[in-house]
């Protein structure tokens, strides 16, 4: 593994924890009730997505997407830990981004997406759910919190 994506995990290893914890509980909750409650601190939270800066170099980039079938899905992650079961190779040519998750399902509209893909914490949203949840949260929205790590 590189040292940049090792001292990324590094400093990043305690992000998210509480959020994380919760999860894992509304996974293993058949009542699919702790999901409900967990839902709005999801969309307040700041999540880690993968992209690459465009060719044209206009300040565009392309989030990195994963393939189930013949859909293109959208991956997300709640922690560095989730996101280091991206190969290494991917990863390496990829910027990793921090952004709102309400920011995120806005801006990725009409797509699918999954929350730490390969992991017991992963969860998917379909467009329906996410432009339900943007909608609901939409003054975290407003919040410009986007940094690249």
């Not at 990043?12 to 909750?29: Q, R, S, V």
């Not at 079938?69 to 560095?80: C, D, E, K, L, Q």
């Not at 949840?133 to 407003?142: D, H, K, Q, T, Y």
């Amino acid at each position: 593994m590189s040292e940049h994506i090792n001292n990324f995990l590094e400093e990043f290893k305690d992000f998210n924890k509480e959020l994380e914890e919760k999860i894992l509980e509304a996974n293993n909750d058949p009542t699919k009730v702790k999901w409900n409650k967990l839902l709005p601190q999801l969309m307040a939270a700041d999540v880690f997505i993968a992209a690459i800066r465009s060719e044209k170099d206009d300040g565009q980039m392309n989030i990195l997407m994963l393939t189930k079938g013949s859909h293109a899905i959208v991956p997300f992650f709640t922690s560095s830990m989730r996101l280091a079961v991206m190969e290494n190779s991917q990863l390496s040519h990829f910027d990793i981004m921090r952004v709102n998750t309400a920011k995120l399902f806005v801006s990725i509209a009409g797509r699918p997406c999954v929350m730490n893909p390969f992991s017991e914490y992963t969860h998917l949203f379909s467009a329906f759910d996410m432009r339900i949840l943007a909608a609901e949260n939409a003054p975290a929205v407003e919040n410009e919190n986007q940094t690249a790590v």
